[in-house]
């Protein structure tokens, strides 16, 4: 599939990239950061003009955070229901809500581009925990103009190694992530073995 | 407390917090795994482009012919001339089209482009 994009990219350039950034803050499985280095690399070929990539890329994304938002904002009450009857499902909500109110803006800012899989999840529950529309729009926005920028730029200055860029920065990418994921989960764990037996 | 009985011990604590917990310490194992085998990609592919040997990338039908000039160190007009075109190609055209409206494969397209960075590599010196 990603090859039948990259295809496309000539041919509609800057419109979608937009498109795929939209949809990539939304969960969906599309190359985003595939498609912003070949961007950025045609660009410096003279295909593409390097300010409309970038700026397509980062208004697909900045209205993706917003429609991902307004999903979570809107999905609030469905939760609340499912939750209502099982006191250890709503204390698990509790818990996640208190946390994306803690962390809301540094955690929207990260989960940009420093560990980027993570960051429709993040969009979703940041409107379902409340954390404040300005505050979330502003990490959220300068957190997009560092994922375009370093993707974009990375595809621009590394442009005839792209294949090499796209795959090392691909696992990078999953493995900060995934990294992630495995340390909160083992927090997690460590503080419910302690809650569990006193010592 | 000799040094098996610790291993024991630590083996039950840990089987104990997987019957207690199995969906979170079944996430946690899996995470871990996952961020092994991507740490160990990150590290395969390092090496793997790192080789001289891996240089230069395959010309592909959906690389634009100016982005490839551009890759090879080639100019334009540079790229036009080696592929036998009149003009140098617009902005976007790209080496599937190149090789359809020329008739021409595009390993022997990719061949021409290969030849004439050599010869420009082997003229600069």
């Not at chain 1, 890329?57 to 429609?67: I, T």
Request: glycine share 12%; proline share 5%; with cysteine.
């Amino acid at each position: 599939m990603t090859d039948a994009l990259l295809a496309l990219v000539p041919q509609y350039g800057a419109a979608l990239l937009m498109v795929v950034t939209f949809l990539s803050c939304l969960a969906l499985p599309v190359p985003a950061s595939i498609l912003m280095l070949t961007g950025g690399a045609f660009a410096a070929g003279g295909d593409l003009s390097l300010l409309s990539v970038s700026g397509a890329a980062f208004a697909g994304a900045v209205a993706g955070d917003q429609a991902g938002y307004a999903i979570g904002r809107f999905g609030e009450g469905w939760i609340d229901r499912q939750t209502r009857a099982h006191p250890r499902r709503l204390a698990l909500l509790e818990r996640a809500r208190a946390f994306s109110r803690r962390w809301g803006g540094p955690g929207v800012f990260f989960s940009r581009w420093l560990v980027s899989p993570l960051g429709p999840y993040v969009n979703f529950l940041s409107g379902a925990a409340d954390v404040g529309w300005r505050r979330f729009a502003l990490w959220a926005m300068a957190g997009e103009a560092v994922w375009v920028g370093l993707y974009v730029g990375l595809g621009y200055g590394f442009a005839s190694r792209l294949e090499a860029v796209a795959e090392i920065l691909g696992n990078v990418s999953g493995a900060l992530a995934a990294g992630l994921v495995t340390v909160l989960l083992g927090l997690f764990l460590r503080k419910r073995m302690r809650e569990e037996r006193p010592e | 407390m000799p040094a098996h009985t610790v291993h024991c011990v630590g083996m039950r604590r840990l089987f104990a917090l997987w019957r207690r917990h199995p969906f979170l310490s079944s996430a946690f194992v899996l995470g871990a795994l996952l961020t092994a085998m991507f740490i160990a990609r990150s590290v395969m592919f390092t090496i793997y482009w790192s080789d001289p040997a891996h240089r230069f990338q395959e010309i592909e039908p959906w690389m634009p012919a100016r982005y490839v000039a551009y890759s090879w160190g080639l100019t334009p007009e540079e790229l036009a001339a080696a592929l036998e075109l009149d003009a140098p190609p617009r902005r976007g055209r790209t080496m599937g089209e190149i090789s359809a409206r020329t008739g021409v494969p595009l390993a022997v397209l990719a061949e021409r482009i290969r030849a004439a960075a050599q010869g420009r590599e082997d003229g600069g010196r």
